[in-house]
């Protein structure tokens, strides 16, 4: 047992995405641009030269590499896994990858793998914390590897991120406000291409609405036991406002739109007094509080009143799913690198800034919680790589994409992708024996 951690939160994130990318519209892509289900330009995907343990290696490697003074093998204590993939052969990467660690005379970690991937890698987040706030905590920093691997999957973006969760964190996540909401509403996020079903829409937002409700409520708290007398609720700051920028684990551009709409309404529920809310004329008042968000005019209201918040607050945190795609539980924190990498606002106030993270998986399974960034924040990664490899991806034709796809489908053990369009200091599956056992090797240059 150590001393009682300090600030614990993220120390440093690597991210990992194949370099090739299809785009998301365009003449061979209109079914998909009139559905609007990504909004994003592209989205990236792998062959069978790439897989969970192969992408594992590959950001393990890069987050050693890229902040050696920060991250040493010889420093992790846990190590939690909460990867969405299809390939049986991922059941032994937790042993792949502690072998990863034995050169540095690392052998004692604790390993935990944490399914399925969207809300299990929120649980793998929030399990890393409270371990390092437990009694049994050894002093050592706990890394989380999350994200989605699946080959040349229709819409879906391939990704995974390397969390290392520590004490004296530059990202402080916040033990309060956090909110949790469980439903089992027989619904997906593997959306059927030929539908236009809003469900997955409608139980986004009811989830968020769950949760940013228990935030409001514990944020009150927080304002009156802060302040020497009432708040004013006509000037006292919404509790949007409370935070800089907001993170949502989406698996649409435009639900993120739609989303921070929605929780400026619900600021609006909260407090209809509210000195923002002077410009909306008393009709519309009236159907927002009576209809609900779902009027359209409601909706176009709280877009215009939100709009400036979005670009400011919002936009900066989708580089990555704009180029990308969904990568499951990888986006939260693919976004706030995007974010990190994006650099400070130049308007923004002196002193640490608040953020509101909200994730969402299959099921459904949402958690929403809060971090507070300080000024040293964007070293925690490496942003000119970050940037580069976002800006140097290679765009393919949709028939390279159905190819991979048809190749994938077979599941023949027989390796067909090609190794040249991997991109360097990228470990690929290298060859598969007669024993189905898996070699792997570093691509250098």
Known sequence: ????????????????????????????????????????????????????????????????????????????????????????????????????????????IVGVRSVPGCEGGQD??????????????????????????????????????????????????????????????????????????????????????????????QDMIQQEQGA??????????????RFQRVLFQCPSLRLTRKAYAYLLYLDFLA????????????????????????????????????????????RPSLAFSNICGYAHAATLWASLASVLASGMPDNQQPGPSRVLLFAYGDGVMSAMYTATMGSDAPGIIDSDSF???LEEGTVVPQETFDCVSKSAAKGDTKLAGNIEAIGRDTYYLHRINADGEREYRLKKN
């Open 1 to 108: 047992m150590s001393a009682e951690a300090k600030s614990v939160g993220v120390r440093a994130i690597e991210v990992y995405f194949p370099s090739r990318r299809v785009q998301q519209r365009g003449p061979q892509n209109d079914r998909l641009a009139a559905r609007d289900s990504k909004a994003g330009d592209s989205y990236v995907f792998c062959d069978d030269r790439e897989d969970e343990k192969s992408m594992a290696l590959t950001v393990l490697a890069s987050l050693f590499r890229s902040r050696p003074q920060a991250v040493h093998p010889g420093s992790i204590g846990r190590l939690e896994l909460a990867i969405t993939s299809a390939d049986p052969a991922s059941r032994s990467l937790g042993s792949l990858l502690k072998a990863f660690f034995h050169p540095a005379g690392n052998t004692s």
């Open 124 to 217: 793998a987040i929030l399990n890393t914390v409270n371990w390092i706030h437990s009694s049994e905590w050894d002093g050592r920093d706990g890394l989380v590897l999350l994200g989605s691997v699946q080959q040349a999957e229709e819409e879906e973006g391939v990704a995974l991120a390397a969390v290392l969760i520590g004490p004296h964190a530059p990202v402080v996540l916040d033990e309060c406000p956090r909110a949790l909401c469980f439903r089992h509403p027989c619904e997906k996020f593997h959306h059927d291409s030929s539908s236009t079903s809003p469900s997955s829409d409608e139980s986004f937002l009811s989830c968020l609405a769950q949760c940013y409700r228990q935030i409001q409520s």
């Open 228 to 241: 020497t007398e009432r708040p004013d609720r006509r000037n006292r700051a919404l509790t949007l406002d």
């Open 271 to 314: 407090n209809p007094d509210h000195a923002h809310f002077d410009s909306m004329d008393t009709t519309t008042q009236a159907i927002a509080q009576g209809r609900g968000f779902i009027d359209d005019e409601v909706q176009d209201t709280f877009y215009a009143l939100s709009e400036a918040r979005y670009e400011e607050r919002i």
């Open 387 to 389: 940037r580069e490899r």
